[in-house]
């Protein structure tokens, strides 16, 4: 399919995501990538899409932008976790059938599976039961998502498919302390910490909760995989296949750094799902399966930080928190 392909709009290259799937495309002998920043177009603006569409006549488009966060951004920033994916999967999705894309990649989150659901997940949980309070509100913009998918195929005949990854990191990743997702906070934490000579370090929530991380490359790898291969109406998981504790995390990420200091923890924080490690058979028999192991991933991430943060403070002579939130900001929907 991508080999036929005259050109592939990847939403949000600049975020965790979407720089992996151009980098990946790109290694792969694929040139002609579409992409806007967030100051080209704003993908919350469904004239702007539309007019970018008509424009651009990409024939594949992968929704991978969106406005993302950890857990605490998703319990903070409700509104804006709602209505701006709502309305990204609403236009590309839209904009992508007027302007006969010949095939849709949408990529949703574990989150959108119930708190409760059956381990390891499989794509048949969906909608079987409550979700996590802490982040429902982009689980219920990621499930519109899916469902717009569904929609578009069952009336006009549309090849667009739902892909579900789960927990992703590396290079690129949001370092923003109190936004992020757990392990680029910690590799900041962990970081600061070690060079400012801290004794100790806090971390969120009993460490007990389990997750399921994937590196980013791995999934970009898989979405290839999709495209190529896969046209369903159903959805198809993108996993690792195990998971680890938020204590072992802690531990490994210490480790990588080189932090000798404590470990508290703030059980305050919300600890958020117990557990959402994915069934991904399905994606399994494609003939796909992840390449690069949790520990050697968190050394690529861990390097791509500290170049990152070196260049910001170097070139910027910016605050630490303020240097990598600018760069976060670029990342959110760009
Ligand atoms: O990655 P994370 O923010 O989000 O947090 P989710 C995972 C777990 O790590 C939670 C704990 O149990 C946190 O309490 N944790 C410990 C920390 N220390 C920290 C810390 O310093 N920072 C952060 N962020 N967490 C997200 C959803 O859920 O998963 C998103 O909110 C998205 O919408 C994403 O779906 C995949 O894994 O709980």
């Known amino acids: 399919m991508l080999e036929s392909a005259k050109s592939i709009f990847v939403t949000g290259h600049k975020g ?17 990538i579409i992409t ?15 007019e970018f569409m008509a424009t651009h006549q990409p024939s594949v488009v992968i929704v991978s932008a969106g406005h993302v966060g950890g857990i605490m951004a998703n319990n ?14 609403c236009n590309l999705i839209h904009a992508s059938h007027t302007h006969r894309v010949s095939k849709l990649l949408y990529l949703g989150s574990s989150c959108i599976y119930p708190k409760r659901a059956d381990q390891p997940i499989s794509e048949d949980s969906l909608l079987a039961g409550p979700l996590e309070p802490t982040n429902q509100w982009y689980a219920v913009a990621k499930i519109a998502g899916i469902k717009l998918c569904q929609a578009y195929r069952r009336q006009y005949g549309c090849d667009f498919v739902a892909a579900m990854p789960t927990n992703l990191y590396g290079p690129g990743d949001h370092y923003d302390p109190e936004r ?6 910690l590799l900041h934490k962990f970081s ?15 460490g007990r909760p389990r997750r399921e991380f994937l590196y980013v490359d791995d999934l970009a790898s898989a979405c290839i995989e999709v495209l190529n291969r896969y046209s ?45 490690l994915l069934n991904s058979t399905k994606i399994q028999s494609l003939g796909w399966s992840p390449k690069t192991e949790l520990r050697e991933g968190m050394r690529h991430a861990y390097a791509d ?6 260049r910001s403070t170097d070139n910027a002579k910016l ?11 670029q990342g959110i929907i760009a």
């Open 16 to 32: 965790l995501v979407g720089s992996a799937l151009c980098r990946t495309l790109q290694s792969e002998g694929f040139r002609n």
């Open 36 to 50: 806007a920043s967030r100051q080209e177009l704003d993908l919350t603006n469904q004239a702007a899409v539309n």
């Open 76 to 89: 903070t920033e409700p509104a804006q976790f709602i209505f701006e994916n709502t309305q990204i999967a």
């Open 180 to 185: 992020s997702h757990v392990l680029p906070a």
């Open 192 to 206: 600061e910490a070690k060079r400012l000579n801290l004794p100790q370090v806090e971390c969120w929530g009993t």
């Open 232 to 276: 369903d109406d159903d959805i198809i998981n993108i996993g690792y296949g195990s998971d680890i504790s938020i204590l072992e995390l802690t531990s490994m990420v210490q480790e990588i750094v080189g932090y000798q200091g404590e470990i508290v923890w703030d059980s305050s924080k919300p600890d958020g799902t117990y557990r959402k």
């Open 305 to 310: 930080y500290l170049d990152r943060f070196r």
């Open 319 to 329: 605050s630490t928190d303020s240097a990598l939130a600018a760069n976060d900001r």
